[in-house]
């Protein structure tokens, strides 16, 4: 791929009809939120379910119009149909020029209205993208848990035939159908999405949510609903709703779970069973996921290790998705950019084994280690990539500190510490420690988007052949990429295994010692993935759990410290223990060279971190 993708491009629009014999069929709600391949000459079909049950309830209603939400693309023309089976001929099909708009809904009125016969169909349209950096096909960015299978699209190049698949993590396809007629769904209620927390306690009751879409005519006033924690008994539950839910309408219902089983991974199913004291239509539809429980609460860290360099004139690419990342999921992400490209200022000799795995055409990427992705890739393939790996839960407690090892400040000591979720007999888990750095640079980076003649690219078409560039994740080293074997053969549940390490300032380059990120990556040694990962800065003590809740910033700036951000108190202290100064509010403070521990009071938390002013 030419273009490592980002994953959306959010726009909104509305659209709404409803009459006493006139029903909107469609899960969708008004967000548009663009999708495509960036590869000219990409086909595709885009189609919703219209299932069985909710035929029948329609037979004898006619279907007479179909709108389609359309996000960006030179080409406007489509063509809709109508087909039994999205992997045969259409029954019916209406080839419209120049309909679509962009980031908007449109209506094609069909030319003969379909009687609706009772037995399973879709409706779809079939789109010709012709220019690469087009995101026509539009889905509303509302993740789906168990009906991914309504929307579906089909990919393929010029000449190829469809490959059909679902992406639950881009929502629901932006197509709906106009049904009028004396015979309109009732009681068809859709269980979209379920909320739960990362993971729950042993014996206690929870609290989660579920959202539903109401696919039928009639408001629906209450819910009865049916949810199964792995092999406990369901738990079933009448739910009267405080505002009813009108057709086309979306609600969150609120509820209590609970669990007697201890220590594992649950698979979690909800279903709607009836609708307003009668049957639901949908009852048959299950919402799923899945939940820890235990009493480690573990959010995951997705590790992005990117192949680029400075005289790649594809890279900006991957400098844009990789800023993207950073900007947009801060606290599930942890960016690596690997400068192994020829001649590269940043170079980064200790990643080279890691190059030789997984290296393709720069730019190119990592997730987790778990696959390599090319210069090629569709974004839809990226994007479901990363949002698989952030969904995966982990059942350990990773944290990691780094500080300066003494004055000199040559060396930094890193401590890692893994406490497991349950007994481990055998394993073959390693760890590695990881040194970037941000604001790195000017650099002059090639750009071959330079003038628009590859296509646009977030701006870069607007910059010229050579940008001075300041990049941030820079790898500065790793100690050992496939990790070091630092645990014990066994591992007993909630024993705390403790590795330290002190590692040498990433590299001669290396300058700015409070712009180092130190990261630990707990590796799977038999497989090459990553499982978890930890990160801090020099002088913190973070972890996958605890850092997330602090939102104050503290650098060292030349002869002075600077504390930004929401905090109580923050108090700077000498290493004799003498006390510097004290901040109540975000600033500065001038300070002579030196070692300084500064201690942050912020939601009934202190943060203590140790920083050089040079």
Known sequence: MKKLLLCSMVALAAFGINAQTSFTYGICTDNINGVGTNIAGTNYSAAIEVPEEVAKAMQGSRLTAVTVGFNSGLSKDATIYLTYDLKGEPFYTQPETKFLKAKNFTTATLDTPYEIEGRKFYIGYTYRQTRSNDKPIAFDAEALDGVSL??????????????????????????????????????????????LPKSVGVNVDFNYSVDVYNISSSPVSSVSLSAAFGSDNPILSTV???????????????LKGRTSQENSELPVSLSISGVN??????????????????????PRIVVIEEGTGTGCGWCPAGYVAMEHMRENYPDTYLGIAVHNYPGDPMNCSSYSEWVDM??????????????????????????????KELEGVV????????????????????????RFGNDVESHNYGIAIVQTEDNVGPYSQNNYYSGGKNGNMYGWENKPSSVQVMYNDVARRIDNWNGKDVFPASLSRGQEYVYDETVPVGSPQCQKIEDTTVAALLIDRSTGEIVTAAKC??????????????????????????????????????????KAATLSRAGRVELPTGIYIVSVFEFGRVSTIKLIVK
């Open 395 to 418: 059942d350990l407690d990773l944290k990691v500190s780094a500080e300066l090892a003494d004055e000199s400040g040559e060396s930094i000591f890193v401590r890692t510490t893994a």
């Open 240 to 254: 009267a709703l405080d505002n009813v839910i009108e057709p086309m309408g979306k609600a969150t219902v609120a």
């Open 150 to 195: 309504f929307s579906h699209l089909g990919i393929w190049p010029d000449g190829g035939t469809p490959e059909w698949d679902v992406f639950p993590s881009f929502g629901s396809v932006c197509i709906r159908g106009i049904i009028e007629g004396d015979n309109l769904p009732s009681n068809a209620l859709l269980p979209l999405r379920l909320s």
């Open 358 to 387: 997984y290296g393709a055409g720069y730019p190119y990427a990592s997730i987790n280690r778990s696959g390599s992705y090319g210069t090629f890739t569709p974004n839809l393939t990226i994007c479901e990539a990363y949002y």
């Open 537 to 578: 800065r020099v002088g913190e003590k973070s972890s996958t759990g605890d850092v997330m809740a602090y939102t104050s910033s503290v650098r060292a700036l030349p002869g002075a410290i600077s504390v930004e951000g929401d905090f109580t108190t923050a108090e700077i202290y000498r290493p004799d223990g003498s």
């Open 277 to 298: 004291g009668a049957d639901n239509l949908l009852a048959s539809v299950v919402a799923s996921t899945k939940v820890l429980a235990s009493d480690f609460v573990k």
